[in-house]
């Protein structure tokens, strides 16, 4: 069993999904619960959050899904000439978008530096939909889509399909598997993903846990 902390984000990140070895790591998470924080965020399949019922306030988040690309095609049948590949100097335009957008979004500067992060531009020249990567690893061959949204004036035009679809072009030039999370009731951006060839591959909640 294997449960992931990620502690470059404030609170910590923990990751625990059971891939049919659903007591092997419910008991791993006992047996790590005194190294963890007074207060983290936490991916954790059905159940696994019973290992915090004691002692723990726990805060729900929504059920998601885990969804893995399974098929190129819809990713490449996509007209993508609209979109540019963006760069650090993006930056500024990129924290307005994602404020006006998606407040509160899992984004790090450092993330744009991995050359995978991708924005289609309005009339006046400013960024208006984006998609990028939570992970991006060419040496294991994974990534992790995240941080995609649209401006709420330029909703439902298809740019989010358009600006995934070109990121996914690019990462499959150095990578093998791409994921991404999605919240179960956001039925328009899972409608997008299948779209492009996404399948749900695994189902878990997101929750913050603080103790008591």
């Known amino acids: ?29 006992e047996a790590i619960k005194p190294r963890l924080s007074g207060r983290f965020y936490s991916h954790l399949s059905p159940g696994l959050e019973q290992v915090f019922a004691s002692g723990y306030k726990l805060e729900p988040h929504g059920e998601h899904y885990k969804m893995a690309l399974k098929t190129a095609e819809g990713v490449k049948e996509v007209n993508t000439a609209a979109v540019d590949r963006l760069t650090p100097e993006d930056l500024p335009q990129l ?3 994602y404020k006006a957008s998606y407040p509160g979004n899992w984004f790090n500067p450092r993330m744009l530096e991995t050359g995978q992060y991708f924005g289609i531009r309005g009339e006046g020249g400013e960024l208006i939909s984006v998609a990028g990567v ?20 330029r909703r439902g035009g298809g740019l989010g399909t358009t600006v995934t679809a070109r990121l996914c072009q ?3 030039e150095s990578v093998e598997v791409i994921g991404l999370n999605v919240k179960c009731d956001n039925t328009a951006a899972v409608h ?11 189902r878990y909640n997101e929750i913050m846990v603080k103790a008591e």
């Not at 984000?9 to 419910?26: C, G, K, M, R, S």
């Open 170 to 172: 690019s990462l499959l």
């Open 134 to 153: 939570h992970v991006y690893s060419p040496q294991y061959k994974v990534a992790a889509l995240g941080n995609i949204t649209t401006h709420p004036d």
């Open 192 to 202: 997008v993903y299948r779209k492009l060839g996404f399948e749900v591959v695994a």
């Open 1 to 29: 069993a294997v449960a992931l902390l990620y502690t470059d984000a404030e609170p910590p990140v923990l990751l625990a999904i059971e891939n049919d070895n659903f007591e092997p790591l419910q008991a791993l998470l």
């Open 95 to 97: 924290t307005a978008l």
